[in-house]
């Protein structure tokens, strides 16, 4: 794995990364009816994350990459399966609120790891980190108040379901820092893809989506990949608190793309969202500055 050692161009790959992820609500927005086929999107998504991963480990570790498989273990197994349903539950997220609001769930997934870490790790959680906590938690009790009709509550659940699943990987990886993370995230998208395919036949749908909609599936799955490699590689150089911080990138993006108009979205948040979602990007922001003493590294290997 490239090791970067200027911090600099480090927080430059990992906003790099945030810029790719932060496409994703945007590509999901341009997916024609996707309400009516998040099956077929994860199917097609979870093979091209799982494609591409696993050609990654190939030329960075060799023949010898599926080896990493017999290692996961109990402990990457769980987290495969928590990333997967965080990715699932969060095509159901989008398709059924705003972008805002189910980026902004995903944005509180710090103060979901911490509960898990203090409820299965036994990690301590300090005082100024349940003040964060309690602000963020404040915030999506406001964004959850103006989500009308029961479609939009659905969204809102959704989207706390996702940044639970995220959470879960998370706290995986500190249970057994060992596990090769890389490929529990390819297990994540294959996951998807055998779940999707079961629902699928269950329905006795189509397996694939129209051409047009088969390409975005796969776009989405590609800048997954991209973001996960340029994330794993400035990950080594950047203290944990500091890659919190950063991941508002993703967040910030997604909200602006699918509302700038000139991109033909114009999903405009509305005045809950925006305080809502201002009292969580402060509450992350002050659990990073409340962090910046931790110099506690979660490379991506």
Same mark, same amino acid.
């Given at each position: 794995?490239?090791?970067i050692?200027d911090r600099?161009f480090?927080?430059?790959?990992?906003?790099l990364?945030?810029?790719?992820w932060?496409?994703g609500p945007f590509?999901v927005?341009n997916?024609?009816?996707?309400?009516?086929?998040?099956?077929?999107?994860?199917?097609?998504?979870?093979i091209v994350?799982?494609?591409?991963?696993n050609?990654f480990?190939f030329?960075?570790?060799g023949?010898n990459?599926?080896?990493?498989?017999?290692?996961v273990?109990i402990?990457?197994?769980?987290g495969?399966?928590?990333?997967?349903?965080?990715?699932t539950?969060?095509?159901?997220?989008?398709?059924?609120?705003?972008?805002?609001?189910?980026l902004?769930c995903?944005a509180?997934?710090?103060?979901?790891?911490? !509960? /898990? $870490?203090? &409820? #299965?790790?036994?990690e301590?959680?300090?005082l100024?980190v349940?003040? *964060?906590?309690l602000i963020?938690t404040v915030?999506i009790?406001i964004?959850a108040m103006e989500?009308?009709?029961?479609n939009? !509550? /659905? $969204?809102? &659940? #959704?989207g706390l379901?996702?940044a639970l699943?995220?959470?879960i990987? *998370?706290v995986?990886?500190r249970?057994?820092?060992?596990?090769?993370?890389f490929?529990?995230?390819?297990?994540a998208g294959?996951?998807c893809c055998?779940?999707?395919?079961?629902?699928?036949q269950y329905?006795d749908?189509s397996l694939?989506?129209?051409s047009k909609?088969?390409?975005?599936?796969?776009?989405h799955?590609?800048?997954?990949c991209?973001g996960?490699i340029?994330?794993?590689?400035?990950?080594?150089?950047?203290p944990?608190?500091?890659?919190t911080?950063l991941?508002?990138t993703e967040?910030?993006g997604?909200?602006?793309w699918?509302w700038?108009?000139?991109?033909?979205i114009?999903e405009i948040?509305?005045?809950?969202t925006?305080?809502g979602g201002?009292?969580?990007?402060m509450s992350i922001?002050?659990y990073?500055?409340i962090?910046k003493?931790n110099?506690?590294f979660?490379?991506?290997?």
């Amino acid at each position: 794995m490239l090791q970067i050692k200027d911090r600099r161009f480090a927080i430059t790959i990992t906003l790099l990364a945030g810029f790719f992820w932060s496409f994703g609500p945007f590509v999901v927005r341009n997916i024609d009816q996707a309400g009516n086929v998040p099956w077929q999107y994860l199917f097609t998504r979870g093979i091209v994350i799982f494609l591409l991963l696993n050609l990654f480990l190939f030329f960075e570790e060799g023949r010898n990459f599926y080896k990493n498989y017999f290692k996961v273990g109990i402990s990457g197994l769980i987290g495969g399966i928590g990333l997967g349903i965080a990715m699932t539950t969060f095509i159901w997220s989008i398709t059924n609120t705003t972008a805002a609001i189910t980026l902004l769930c995903l944005a509180a997934m710090p103060f979901i790891t911490a !509960l /898990l $870490g203090f &409820l #299965f790790l036994k990690e301590e959680i300090s005082l100024n980190v349940w003040i *964060s906590i309690l602000i963020a938690t404040v915030g999506i009790v406001i964004m959850a108040m103006e989500t009308k009709g029961a479609n939009s !509550l /659905l $969204g809102l &659940l #959704f989207g706390l379901a996702s940044a639970l699943g995220f959470s879960i990987f *998370s706290v995986s990886l500190r249970w057994r820092k060992e596990t090769p993370k890389f490929t529990t995230v390819a297990i994540a998208g294959l996951f998807c893809c055998i779940f999707s395919f079961i629902i699928i036949q269950y329905n006795d749908q189509s397996l694939l989506s129209s051409s047009k909609n088969e390409s975005l599936f796969a776009f989405h799955g590609v800048l997954v990949c991209l973001g996960l490699i340029l994330y794993s590689i400035g990950s080594k150089t950047i203290p944990a608190a500091e890659l919190t911080l950063l991941s508002l990138t993703e967040v910030i993006g997604g909200i602006f793309w699918v509302w700038v108009p000139i991109l033909g979205i114009n999903e405009i948040p509305s005045s809950n969202t925006i305080t809502g979602g201002f009292l969580i990007f402060m509450s992350i922001v002050y659990y990073s500055m409340i962090m910046k003493d931790n110099k506690r590294f979660i490379g991506l290997n």
